[in-house]
């Protein structure tokens, strides 16, 4: 089964609140964590990630956090803008032999930001 | 700014018939993804290439799907018959290398199985 997994589908936030998207993980063997932003009719794109051996990360507008201890990370987008609005995609990128890293992906969880 | 490439965007198929999506990813990327992903889910990876060479084809269902990339560079991915669960996003993705680099995706061929 999958290991990685969100606890919400769907999450609807006023623009310029802050909106907090949870995802839960299985397997602690991951060596990155990363999470991707997929709108409408295109492929996912990179927002941030973080090192399993890391408890925070900030980018611009964003700060993924990790609880390894309760096997939580979480991605808070800060004063969330309609472009935010999209599906919001939690992944583990662990060693699969060699050099080479393999993606899981979760679930998913639908961000609306409303105007 | 690069990108990849996927062609046709859309594809409505009848099942039994033959399908081929066309990936051409960001050039000197050596590493090629195929992702497939379900309405609702995250991306699964079907196949991935270093150069021409297959390193995972593990998800792959090897009795409908093959996929080539001849020349290290653009790759084809083909399903032969199509069923009616195979609609989906085919998604590519690209990476400088397998070594943990970011990986860039496609928008994507929406695939409709009739």
């Known amino acids: 089964g999958e290991s990685v997994g969100l606890h919400l589908p769907t999450l609807s936030v006023q623009e310029g609140d802050n909106s907090i998207i949870n995802c839960a993980y299985s397997n602690s063997a991951s060596d990155y964590?990363?999470?991707?932003?997929q709108e409408s009719g295109k492929g996912p794109q990179f927002i941030i990630d973080i090192r399993s051996n890391m408890d925070k990360r900030?980018?611009?507008?964003v700060t993924v956090?990790?609880?390894k201890t309760v096997k939580h990370l979480s991605l808070q987008i800060a004063a969330t803008q309609p472009g935010d609005s999209a599906v919001y995609f939690c992944a583990e990128k662990k060693n699969s032999g060699g050099s080479n890293?393999?993606?899981t992906f979760g679930k998913g969880t639908l961000l609306t930001v409303n105007p | 700014e690069a990108e990849v490439a996927q062609s046709p965007r859309y594809k409505i198929t009848e099942k039994s018939?033959?399908?081929a999506f066309w990936c051409d990813p960001i050039s000197g990327h050596a590493t090629l993804y195929w992702y497939r992903q379900i309405?609702?889910?995250g991306p699964e990876l079907l196949v991935q290439f270093q150069d021409e060479s297959v390193v995972d084809d593990s998800q792959l269902p090897k009795d409908r799907f093959s996929a080539e990339r001849l020349k290290g560079v653009d790759s084809t991915l083909k399903i032969q018959p199509a069923e009616l669960g195979d609609s989906a996003m085919y998604l590519c993705a690209s990476s400088l290398s397998s070594g943990g680099y970011e990986q860039y995706f496609g928008p994507g061929t929406r695939l409709t199985v009739t």
């Open chain 1, 33 to 37: 964590f990363i999470w991707y932003k």
């Open chain 1, 101 to 103: 890293y393999k993606l």
């Open chain 2, 17 to 19: 018939q033959a399908v």
């Open chain 1, 58 to 61: 900030q980018g611009q507008r």
């Open chain 2, 39 to 41: 309405l609702g889910q």
């Open chain 1, 65 to 67: 956090l990790l609880n």
